[in-house]
């Protein structure tokens, strides 16, 4: 099949420059179908493009910081990477858009650049909201889907439930599960839990959300009973962020336990293997980031503290995700989009 | 001092009533200071009693199951052990109640027998809500109280600053830090993060809770960055038991690597007492619930799976909770209070 377009954002996330271009050369090397589009200061993706044969150069003189305001950011900074990239997507000139920049600002830009689909309410078109969706491992050996993880803190039930049916949408395409169990985030399994709005949403998702089993909680997002997790913005992001705390308090426990005598050191250096694969799977870094669904294109983005790896996975999965169509999919998931 | 007096429900939780008389036990062979009200089936509780020189009994022929509708049990099973224990307390039959019962339940049965603080709004007094609250151990060594832990899932501006209130009180009166750093559970910690609702709260914990020092997010349950972390019950739930999840699958994940092959089988011998310890500090037995704040008594809340030791040590936190003045202390941290 034809070569799929990747831009890349040199300049996204806290790290310097290299490790997204160790990244991308990694990426580029796994993958012969694919072509990189390097976002980032014209010194460097001039120099990186006329190195390498499948990268081509996008010059951007602005850098949009984390700690910078998202929306004034992407309407002040019109020539940053984020902004400039998000247009490529608009132009045709990129089929996906991979940074580790700030969620916000990637969000921002994405909305008004890359353009989200869009339904009929009140006798006009509106726009969806972008859905920040990933898989986390669970503990029956698979992954479930959380959407959305914090790019929207409020939201209505119809944006609920289309956030359900991009989800799963996601679980089908990218996790290949074929009829994916469904559960809204709330405070117990049972149906009459939640607060008012999350008992608004569940008839709403009962109606309109294939594979909608109910009410799912916080230990839920790891227990495997569920494939995709429902939630607001703030509620997902709490959750998520909760479990990345849980997991660090618990692996600095056991770092402390593997410290505390002769015997304990024995041990660490005989499970070291099993341990770093255990970190590995914590990590994030093997898919990557995270996707923004409800958009006219894949715009995936990656978690601030990048690695190479984590650059590499990124750039594959989003070049993945175009190959699956899942643009499409999601816009054929969601009822009543109009374009 | 004078004799504290716990009530004890024998049938709250999901383990036979065995379990609980046998940390019932423990508690009065580890302080010889405190009575039990022995709250349960009359067959179990006389025997006990009669059995124990510092046991009463309270016979309670009706049981509120964990599925219970909670409101409905509480209006319809007027002689439930719940039921009667929270009579005692209003009584003075007793100084403090710890069942591992019904949340729900024990929730209801309190604001409605035990009785919450009043303060005055609108012309006339109102009720405080409960605020479940509970301290978790956090990377810095110490413990983070987070409340509401999920008594109320829908709540105003006002109920949030006094939730600040009660579990900054609580901080300082049961885990003895003098100036508790208080936190607002958001999307992230900058100060433009947030819901619709959060960002209400923002102005109005600033100005009414003394160590208030911004948002805090789900990592921050365990950071140690925050010694008390504000939420409404749906959030606070959801934070609570995704970090419950987390660590479920982590402890998961080490099981497996232990048992990888012979190395790793070794590895798990040599830090089996330090695993066992993690494993103490994360089980919540060793502080034997959460604790119902707002009210005119102690109300404390066991894990449904209970223990003998989580049954002991509630019972003596009950106690401890009676002699430090947590309900003295609790009332004048609030504003506004009317007795």
Redesign the interface.
């Known amino acids: 099949m034809s070569n799929v377009r990747v831009c890349v954002d040199v300049v996204g996330g806290d790290e310097k420059p290299q490790v997204v271009l160790d990244g991308i050369e990694a990426a580029l090397a796994a993958d012969p179908d694919i072509e990189v589009l390097a976002v980032g200061p014209a010194e460097i993706v001039n120099l990186f493009a006329a190195a390498h044969a499948r990268v081509e150069a996008l010059e951007a003189p602005d850098i949009i910081a984390m700690?910078d305001?998202p929306i004034r950011a992407v309407m002040t900074k019109r020539k940053s990477s984020i902004v400039l990239a998000c247009r490529a997507i608009k132009k045709g000139n990129a089929d996906a858009f991979f940074s580790a920049g700030s969620t916000g600002a990637m969000t921002a830009a994405a909305t008004a650049y890359v353009t989200p689909f869009r339904y009929q309410a009140e006798g006009k078109k509106q726009p969806v909201r972008p859905c920040l969706t990933n898989a986390l491992?669970?503990?029956a050996g698979g992954l479930t889907v959380l959407c959305d993880m914090?790019a929207n803190?409020?939201v209505e039930v119809d944006d609920m439930v289309r956030f359900a049916q991009m989800g799963s949408a996601y679980a089908r395409v990218v996790l290949g599960i074929e009829h994916p169990r469904v559960g809204l985030?709330?405070?117990?399994t049972?149906d009459?839990?939640?607060?008012?709005f999350?008992k608004a949403c569940f008839p709403a998702m009962k109606a309109a959300v294939p594979g909608f089993v109910g009410n799912c909680?916080?230990?839920?997002?790891?227990?495997g009973n569920f494939d995709v997790v429902v939630?607001?913005?703030?509620?997902g992001?709490?959750?998520?962020?909760?479990?990345?705390?849980?997991?660090?308090?618990?692996?600095?426990?056991?770092k402390g336990?593997?410290m505390?005598s002769l015997?304990?050191k024995?041990?660490?250096l005989?499970?070291k293997k099993?341990?770093r694969?255990?970190k590995a799977?914590?990590s994030g870094d093997a898919k990557g980031g995270a996707i923004l669904l409800g958009l006219r294109g894949v715009v995936l983005i990656g978690h601030g503290a990048t690695s190479v790896e984590a650059v590499k996975n990124g750039t594959l999965a989003a070049a993945e995700a175009v190959r699956a169509g899942l643009v499409e999919n999601v816009a054929n998931s969601m009822d009543g989009i109009v374009l």
């Open positions: 700690d305001d491992p669970n503990r914090g803190p409020d985030l709330a405070n117990g049972e009459e839990k939640g607060s008012n999350t909680e916080g230990t839920d997002l790891t227990s939630a607001d913005g703030m509620s992001n709490i959750a998520l962020k909760a479990t990345e705390g849980a997991a660090k308090f618990l692996l600095q426990e056991l336990a593997f505390a015997g304990t024995i041990a660490a005989l499970i099993q341990m694969e255990i799977k914590l």
